[in-house]
């Protein structure tokens, strides 16, 4: 069992960073691949960024060049870093930690807003 615990959301003005982050419970959060998705109002959840055990990463192409996703299995943890906020980021955004096609746990979410 792993629990995932999201934090660092909140409001934000167009431009402005936010770094959220994912703290998992569990000895071998190391090997999970983690994933940051976000749900906007009347939206289906979107897969944002992801990061595998060996810290390759991923991003949807709205996020390329502006978020960053970083683990520090030290402190099983995983960050999401991001930068230029724009309205149409502002979301629920949820950490999910999977092993394979059978494990998989979320968090409960942290709300990002950006606005002015």
């Known amino acids: 069992q792993v629990r995932l615990v999201e934090s660092g959301g909140g409001l934000v003005q167009p431009g402005g960073s936010l770094r959220l982050s994912c703290a998992a419970s569990?000895?071998?959060?190391?090997?999970?691949?983690v994933g940051w998705y976000r749900q906007a109002p009347g939206k289906q959840r979107e897969l944002v960024a992801s990061i595998i055990s060996g810290g390759n990463t991923d991003y949807v192409d709205s996020a390329k060049g502006r978020f960053t996703i970083s683990r520090d299995n030290a402190k099983n943890t995983v960050y999401l870093q991001m930068n230029s906020l724009k309205p149409e980021d502002t979301a629920v955004y949820y950490c999910?930690?999977?092993?394979?096609?059978?494990?998989?746990?979320w968090g409960q979410g942290t709300q990002v807003t950006v606005s002015s």
């Open positions: 569990g000895r071998i959060f190391s090997i999970y691949t």
């Open positions: 999910n930690a999977k092993l394979g096609s059978v494990i998989n746990f």
